[in-house]
């Protein structure tokens, strides 16, 4: 039977067909066991020991910059910032001040999880009527509608000031110095804003700031940014104020109202990030740690529970019943994610309790059926819940503190709003509001949008065991799920279950846009290294699989070693590098 090839839909233009034939594509598996001394299928390379700390980021250089901080005393708080720092200069394409950030930190001292949601608000002065008055049905993706007050540099102090040790001037210094000096641009980066260019160049300041005489940095081309290494200096001496009050903001507020945008001084000046509680669910003996809504992490909760009934072991990993259950878990979880998943300040009766319940996952999976797909998937109802591009990085210092923290300017590089003198580009975000009223999602003044971004911890017997996290949009809880799913039930390494082939279902119902109801079963990406047998038999029970170059996400990991120290992994789909000391 011919395995059918779906068209990409627009918003995912990223995952470019690939022009190999999809027979040959899947046929071609990654190393065998037999091709390794240490018989492991899927690792690109060893998992990393070390006995003090460790740091996986997805670039060398900001992993190093973590190591240095916490050599020199610092938390692994500390190190986490001072690499975020250097991230948005040195990885423009996944993250900035100008975007958002969440985080989860293990406080050895008070042996508890801790979260941040440092997500920012919708301005005040936009409303749903101004978009139905343009005549709009989805918010667009670049220029000033979509931008939201960004959130990161907020959380950076929110996190210090409980964790850290060292000055902030001194976790900001690298980034300030790299981006006076110039650094080499790596591979994938560069892959990336050479897409980003043609798309974000017409937006004031993006041409002038981060473009080399109009085009992308070119892969090993030495980038300079001046206008971040100023504002990273502003903030460094004045800290979180100098951002969100000072002549920063009042940049940021002129240059908007000069281009049809809507962020103001006063948008900036009144945001505010919050400690929030982890929620979790166990899969197999393991507490698997999410934030709560307005994310998504629940969603990963949501897919493990459904598949917790089912003997995935048994099955093995890239088998047909392996792919199927996973695909039908997803589009479960997702259809919940489209209704109920939202900012719980407009949406307070978001049932997350009950919905990462066992019991409601028992009554989700009766609608799985093991020899054909969903073509629907509704979410649950009222009555049933009755009771409530992006960067992706993570630090252990010699402590015990371990920080799972994600960073992104969403999409890409953002809405290419690059304030003139700033260095940065502020986040779209606000595209993932939905323009219809009564929608758990719809944009208010004031509101926090669904979110995507989503770190994650795993704790066993009340210890923590794993801090890891998954970039890359819808992505990210499937990436979740199967990177636990990879280890817990296939037996896999830290390294090999994050170069392990991966799935991504594609097509459900979104909580944003016009949120359309998926009716036809989406679509199946997989990743070159499954069976063409198991292929064929996805088609045969009515899965529309496809293959895609580009959308599996971006994968870094730290675990604790039982015999003392850590274990690193690092994502080979990205620049990146783990690390230790």
């Not at 996944?94 to 042996?111: C, E, Q, R, S, Y």
């Not at 009555?383 to 969403?410: C, E, H, K, R």
């Not at 949009?473 to 037996?491: R, S, T």
């Not at 971006?554 to 015999?563: D, E």
């Amino acid at each position: 039977m011919p395995v059918s090839i779906s068209a990409l839909r627009p918003r995912r233009a990223a995952a470019l067909l690939a022009p190999l034939a999809l027979a040959c594509a899947f046929a071609l598996a990654p190393a065998h066991a037999a091709d390794r001394i240490g018989g492991k299928t899927f690792a690109t390379r060893s998992e990393v020991y070390a006995p003090h700390a460790m740091a996986a980021t997805s670039h060398p250089l900001t992993t190093q910059i973590a190591l240095d901080a916490m050599k020199a005393g610092g938390s692994a708080v500390d190190a986490a910032i001072a690499a975020n720092a250097a991230l948005g200069l040195m990885e423009p394409t996944g993250n900035g001040v100008g975007g958002d950030l969440f985080a989860i930190v293990w406080d050895p001292k008070t042996k508890k999880l801790y979260g941040y949601n440092g997500s920012g608000r919708s301005p005040r002065s936009l409303s749903l009527a101004e978009f139905q008055k343009r005549g709009l049905k989805e918010i667009p993706p670049h220029g000033p509608l979509p931008v939201t007050v960004p959130g990161a540099v907020d959380g950076w102090f929110a996190l210090h000031e409980r964790f850290g040790r060292k000055p902030m001037a001194e976790n900001l210094a690298p980034a300030i110095r790299y981006a006076r000096e110039g650094h080499p641009v790596h591979e994938v980066i560069a892959y990336y804003w050479n897409a980003s260019v043609p798309r974000l160049s017409k937006w004031p300041g993006f041409k002038e700031q981060f473009t080399i005489d109009g085009r992308a940095p070119r892969t090993g081309e030495m980038w300079k940014n001046p206008n971040l290494a100023h504002t990273l200096e502003q903030i460094a001496q004045g800290g979180r104020d100098a951002f969100y009050k000072g002549a920063i903001a009042r940049t940021v507020g002129a240059y908007f109202k000069a281009n049809g945008g809507y962020l103001s001084y006063e948008d900036m000046a009144a945001h505010h990030g919050e400690w929030v509680e982890p929620v979790s669910s166990n899969y197999r003996g393991y507490d698997v740690w999410e934030l709560p809504p307005n994310g998504q992490g629940i969603a990963a909760l949501q897919i493990l529970n459904i598949l917790e009934g089912y003997d995935l072991k048994s099955h093995g990993f890239g088998s047909v019943e392996h792919v199927h259950l996973f695909a039908e878990a997803k589009k479960l979880a997702f259809a919940d994610r489209a209704r109920w998943y939202a900012d719980p300040a407009f949406e307070q009766s978001s049932p997350v309790a009950k919905l990462i319940s066992k019991d409601y996952a028992a009554q989700r999976r009766k609608l799985i059926s093991l020899d054909k797909v969903l073509k629907e998937a509704q979410p649950a109802t009222p009555a049933q819940l009755d009771q409530g591009d992006t960067i992706y990085m993570t630090v252990a210092d010699a402590d015990g503190m371990m920080v799972s923290l994600i960073q992104s300017n969403y999409r890409g590089m953002g809405s290419g709003m690059a304030p003139p003198g700033l260095g940065f580009i502020f986040q779209d975000r606000g595209e993932q509001f939905v323009l219809k009223e009564g929608h758990p999602n719809s944009f208010a003044p004031g509101k926090r949008p669904f979110h995507t971004i989503i770190p994650a911890f795993v704790t066993k017997d009340g210890k923590p065991w794993l801090s890891f996290g998954v970039m890359g949009g819808a992505m990210q809880p499937q990436g979740h799920a199967q990177i636990l799913i990879n280890m817990i039930d296939f037996g896999m390494n830290l390294q090999e279950a994050g170069d392990a082939p991966r799935i991504q279902h594609d097509g459900s119902t979104e909580p944003a846009g016009q949120a359309v109801a998926m009716s036809d079963g989406g679509e199946l990406d997989l990743e070159t290294g499954f069976s063409y047998e198991t292929v064929r038999e996805l088609v045969r029970r009515g899965h529309s699989v496809r293959f895609a170059l580009g959308p599996y996400g971006g994968y870094q990991a730290i675990m604790v070693n039982p015999n003392g120290g850590y274990v690193g992994a690092s994502e080979s789909r990205k620049d990146g590098q783990a690390a230790g000391y």
